[in-house]
């Protein structure tokens, strides 16, 4: 059973920065992708970014690409969102998730965490 937990949520500035963490357990995440996501009210579910956790190679989405980067720490099962300049625009509950397979990253995740608010404000 894979269980996720995100955390770093909270309320910032417009340009302002957070990191969100995901702790990940209940197994080895060799041949794994992980992925934040994001939700506004009134909007569909998108991908923000990826990391494949072997490699810790990324992708990201256009509105993150440049702003935000994901990465991993491999000894302590934990991956990240660093989010520097925000935008009114990025406020949504961002989800962390994860897959058994490191092609197409931007879909078909399987475990998911219980999401965090992040709120930019203007």
């Known amino acids: 059973q894979v269980q996720l937990q995100e955390s770093g949520g909270g309320l910032v500035q417009a340009g302002g920065s957070l990191r969100l963490s995901c702790v990940a357990s209940?197994?080895?995440?060799?041949?794994?992708?992980m992925g934040w996501f994001r939700q506004a009210p009134g909007k569909e579910r998108e991908f923000v970014a990826a990391?494949?956790?072997?490699?810790?190679?990324?992708d990201y989405a256009s509105s993150a690409k440049g702003r935000f980067t994901i990465s991993r720490d491999s000894a302590k099962n934990t991956f990240y969102l660093q989010m520097n300049s925000l935008k009114p625009e990025d406020t949504a509950v961002y989800f962390c998730?994860?897959?058994?397979?490191?092609?197409?990253?931007?879909?078909?995740?399987?475990?998911w965490g219980q999401g965090t608010q992040v709120t930019v404000s203007s």
């Open positions: 990391i494949r956790w072997s490699t810790a190679t990324t």
């Open positions: 998730a994860a897959k058994a397979t490191i092609w197409n990253i931007w879909r078909g995740y399987d475990f």
């Open positions: 209940g197994r080895a995440f060799s041949g794994f992708a």
